[in-house]
């Protein structure tokens, strides 16, 4: 017989569970509501901080010159904010009226909503507003509950399900007449759900789920300076939630670069599996990756900083989450980042990384075509690496791929053909067009040589250019999908020659010697240059930052590292080993104190991330803005906290104004076929010697070196 007391104090304890699975389920709804409504706060201080920064002769602008605001300002109303925070007061004043009052305050609120649409939010570690930690914990709150409830979903549905359909037969038996009206089948049946109601409820399932409902309901304990600590470790987490819950304004169309709606909607649709990746990807990111996916030989032109590599990553790891069998992944890159790429690997993936350089390289490559995985090589390396012709190469993936612009070099040729027999082929790049067609032609003709052969007619320009690489060419801007990304602040900071240096100037420009007049301004101890840097320095120490100075030549970097002795980590050049390269910018993040890390700039300034740095020093004016811009793009990508300080020093009626000069002109970039693509990329490791653009790109430079020591002669009256 069943004891009605007993079943009701079991369904009043199956009851409470499924109480409680109701109620945490709905956690990650209501934590969302709470990091929206912090986030709104937010947005709210952005734009009152604004207003109340904002002239009222701004109502003058927005009415075009309509409205009189002298009154305004005799009043005391001299921001737009005041206005909105007195509203009823305005038709109050003296000299104003109904109307008039009506039209400030209608202005004063289209301001407020042009700025509200326009906000841009960006978490400030410096300043630490409790409305933005209040923020930071309500994400944190939210990502927790969401990855717990998604990854035991079915776990609780499952016991949900249980309870629900065991407590539908039991109720019953609550009551003692349905219990005496009830048959003898009905009351075997009851039973038996009873007992397998106890059974559940005194289950391990039952115990681990109530214990992972505790556990969702704890929230974080990190809280102030521990929660802004948690944040500067990994701000790129807090941005992707922001992104995930619908916070920031980055729009689909800028995550689809200029792809046709078409393509862009087959894109999205593509289901990519993560379930191999360790880090979350931003929107655009995952775009990439389904974008490599599902056109399968294409090119990435995204600028740098938006994580490239992590995109060649997820597609990767997409191939390799389905299939049973040992895929086999190859990643061509510089020697230089070799130990970048490993890293990355291990560090955003579970994928198994290769390195096939070194003296062991031929024995890991055995290990690699038995055991499958990424094969890191390098562009010398891919030309000696003879693969089996039955072996399925996975995907291709070449890192800074104008590097084969030209098809005569040796390394292109290689990769053209491993191209040739791989169905994935991915080039990265954020240089694809430099100043000409022909090197964007060049890459497109590895993936696919109908679309090359096609951009051949006069007429296919704007527009029509756009339509035909669309299918196989990506590219984003920084500005259009890292709205959270800190200002760069440019400065040319200008110098005039000591004494000293003037005289070695002299010199140089007597033997003709461009590159020695690059460097006199340092020839001296008592160099204006180097006094600006150490001023640039000091400066940026106090303010606890770190500092990156980069130089195209050796002998200055050396006058530098010996100027700032301990508090320099290293020389980073091209004689310095990928592993040390890494191991110096591992040891300028890791400091207790704010330290300098000194590079030659075209070596540090290519696949290395340096957000450890906030201010970037240039000793010296480059020939190619490219070079100036990937070096600074070093530290201002993803994952930078602060604004980036960029000094470029230069000094005045010297070579530096001269060549300033010049770029001004080779600077007007050309739009038409690679959206804002950078000017020419004349990386100095890059060029092979039958490279005949770079042999064309150098004989231009010597014409204006040229050129530029002439004008030097004939101002300085040496003859």
């Not at 490599?292 to 390799?320: N, P």
């Not at 591992?586 to 704010?594: A, G, V």
């Not at 070596?603 to 290395?608: A, P």
């Not at 020093?617 to 201002?636: D, F, G, K, T, Y």
Request: proline share 2%.
């Amino acid at each position: 017989m069943v004891d009605r007391s007993e079943v009701r104090q079991i369904i009043k304890q199956a009851e409470l569970i499924i109480n409680k699975i109701q109620a945490v389920q709905k956690i990650p709804h209501q934590r969302l509501q709470d990091a929206l409504s912090f986030y709104e706060k937010c947005l709210s201080e952005i734009v009152w901080f604004q207003l109340d920064d904002m002239p009222v002769s701004e109502l003058k602008k927005a009415t075009s010159g309509s409205l009189r605001i002298g009154v305004l300002e005799r009043s005391g109303y001299k921001q737009v904010g005041s206005i909105l925070r007195s509203e009823d007061s305005i038709s109050k004043l003296n000299g104003i009226s109904q109307a008039t009052a009506k039209q400030i305050v209608a202005s004063s609120r289209n301001i407020k909503k042009a700025l509200e649409s326009s906000a841009i939010f960006r978490f400030d570690p410096r300043r630490k507003p409790k409305v933005q930690e209040n923020l930071l914990g309500a994400l944190l709150a939210y990502d927790e509950a969401s990855v717990v409830i998604t990854s035991k979903a079915s776990e609780i549905s499952n016991v949900a399900n249980q309870l629900h359909d065991l407590l539908h037969v039991i109720v019953p038996a609550a009551s003692w007449l349905n219990m005496i009206l009830a048959s003898r089948k009905k009351k075997e049946l009851i039973s038996d759900n009873l007992t397998s109601l106890k059974n559940l409820l005194l289950s391990s399932s039952v115990k681990t789920l109530i214990n992972n409902i505790e556990m969702i309901n704890l929230q974080s304990d990190l809280f102030g300076a521990r929660l802004w600590a948690d944040y500067e470790r990994r701000p790129i987490y807090y941005y992707n939630i922001l992104e995930k819950i619908g916070a920031t304004k980055v729009s689909s169309d800028a995550a689809h670069g200029a792809l046709l709606p078409d393509i862009a909607k087959k894109i999205s649709s593509y289901p990519l599996s993560t379930s191999l990746m360790r880090t979350s990807l931003r929107g655009y990111q995952a775009f990439g990756a389904k974008f490599a996916l599902t056109q399968k030989r294409v090119i990435i032109a995204d600028e740098m900083g938006l994580g490239k590599t992590v995109q060649a990553l997820a597609a990767m790891a997409d191939l390799a989450s389905r299939e049973t069998n040992r895929l086999h992944f190859i990643v061509v890159c510089p020697a230089s980042v070799t130990v970048n790429w490993m890293r990355e690997i291990e560090r955003h993936s579970s994928l198994h990384a290769i390195q096939l350089y070194g003296q062991e390289r031929f024995t890991r490559y055995k290990r690699w075509l038995s055991e499958g995985g990424i094969a890191v090589v390098t562009f010398d390396g891919i030309k000696e690496l003879v693969l089996r012709e039955q072996l399925n190469i996975n995907m291709l993936v070449v890192d800074e791929a104008h590097y084969i612009k030209n098809p005569g070099t040796q390394r292109s040729k290689a990769i053209a053909a491993l191209a040739e027999r791989t169905s994935h082929v991915l080039l990265l790049t954020g240089t694809p067009l430099i100043n000409r067609l022909d090197e964007l032609k060049s890459l497109i003709n590895v993936l696919d040589k109908n679309i090359a052969s096609r951009l051949d007619g006069p007429d296919v320009v704007g527009l029509q250019f756009a339509k035909l690489v669309s299918p196989i060419y990506l590219r984003r801007e920084q500005k259009d999908v890292l709205l959270e990304l800190p200002d760069r602040v440019d400065s040319f900071d200008w110098v005039n020659f000591d004494s000293v240096s003037l005289d070695a100037y002299k010199a140089a420009l007597r033997e003709g010697d461009f590159m020695k007049m690059r460097q006199a301004a340092f020839m001296s101890d008592k160099s204006t240059k180097l006094q600006r840097i150490v001023e640039i320095v000091n400066e940026a120490h106090d303010n606890g930052q770190n500092v990156v100075i980069f130089s195209y030549f050796i002998s200055v970097l050396h006058i530098i590292h010996n100027m700032f002795g301990s508090r320099s980590v290293g020389i980073i050049s091209g004689k310095v080993s990928s592993a040390e390269r890494q191991r110096l910018v591992d040891t300028l993040e890791e400091k207790s104190t704010p330290s300098v890390l000194v590079s030659q700039i075209t070596s540090g300034g290519v696949g290395l991330n340096i957000q450890a740095a906030s201010t970037v020093i240039l000793a010296e004016p480059q020939w190619s803005p490219s070079v100036e811009n990937q070096a600074i793009a070093r530290c201002h990508r993803m994952g930078q906290k602060r604004t980036v300080m960029v000094y470029k020093i230069l000094t005045e009626n010297s070579v530096d104004q001269r060549m300033l000069e010049i770029l001004r002109e080779k600077q007007k970039l050309f739009d038409t076929y690679a959206r804002k693509s950078e000017l020419r990329d004349s990386n100095i490791e890059a060029i092979d010697i039958s490279d005949m653009d770079a042999v064309q790109s150098v004989a231009s430079q010597a014409q204006h070196e040229k050129f530029i020591i002439n004008q030097e002669k004939i101002r300085l009256g040496i003859l």
